[in-house]
């Protein structure tokens, strides 16, 4: 790839200029992924109320997932010959989800801020499926499957343990 240094250059019989496209839809997903990590955890270190136990372990387990996912996204940028986000500055520049910084967030509106959050995921994982079919990345594309599945799962989770009633 153009942007890549040639000490890291990444063998692969994909075309380069298709596999930009690729890489740049993976480092935003990536992004997105950090910064929906962050969030996740900071919500479960500050949920309050009479579902506590419940929110705080649900969103445990969300951050780990969601964690989990950040070194396979990497490493499939980096396996198609590209290079990947760098630091907390490269991630801020590409994350399009936003941060909460607030001093007090009702368990209500964390579970339906993280719901919509995990949405715009899987609107970032459809990016990279359809830019990974058009460059024949057979590997990317069938993987991306498996996080939009869990991204999925994870919306899920927030709207029905939001529901009243």
Same mark, same amino acid.
């Given at each position: 790839?153009?942007?890549?240094?040639?000490?890291?250059?990444?063998?692969?019989?994909?075309?380069?200029?298709?596999?930009?496209?690729?890489?740049?839809?993976?480092?935003?997903?990536?992004?997105?992924?950090?910064?929906?990590?962050?969030?996740?955890?900071?919500?479960?270190?500050?949920?309050?109320?009479?579902?506590?136990?419940?929110?705080?372990?649900?969103?445990?387990?969300?951050?780990?997932? @969601?964690?989990?996912?950040?070194?396979?996204?990497?490493?499939?940028?980096?396996?198609? /010959?590209?290079?990947?986000?760098?630091?907390?500055? !490269?991630?801020?520049?590409?994350?399009? @989800?936003?941060?909460?910084?607030?001093?007090?967030?009702?368990? !209500?509106?964390?579970?339906?801020?993280?719901?919509?959050?995990?949405?715009?995921?899987?609107? /970032?994982?459809?990016?990279?499926?359809?830019?990974?079919?058009?460059?024949?990345?057979?590997?990317?594309?069938?993987?991306?499957?498996?996080?939009?599945?869990?991204?999925?799962?994870?919306?899920?989770?927030?709207?029905?343990?939001?529901?009243? /009633?």
């Amino acid at each position: 790839m153009a942007d890549t240094p040639s000490k890291l250059a990444t063998p692969t019989d994909l075309s380069s200029n298709a596999l930009h496209g690729v890489a740049e839809a993976l480092n935003a997903v990536l992004a997105d992924a950090y910064a929906l990590y962050l969030k996740t955890k900071n919500f479960h270190w500050h949920v309050s109320g009479p579902h506590f136990r419940d929110y705080h372990l649900m969103l445990d387990d969300q951050a780990t997932q @969601i964690l989990g996912v950040t070194d396979a996204i990497a490493e499939r940028v980096r396996k198609t /010959g590209g290079t990947t986000l760098r630091s907390i500055g !490269d991630i801020a520049r590409r994350q399009t @989800i936003k941060d909460n910084d607030s001093d007090f967030v009702s368990a !209500d509106a964390m579970l339906a801020e993280l719901r919509d959050d995990n949405l715009k995921l899987v609107e /970032g994982f459809r990016v990279v499926k359809e830019q990974a079919e058009e460059a024949k990345d057979n590997a990317t594309s069938g993987i991306v499957d498996e996080w939009t599945d869990q991204a999925e799962e994870r919306a899920w989770f927030l709207f029905e343990a939001s529901r009243k /009633g």
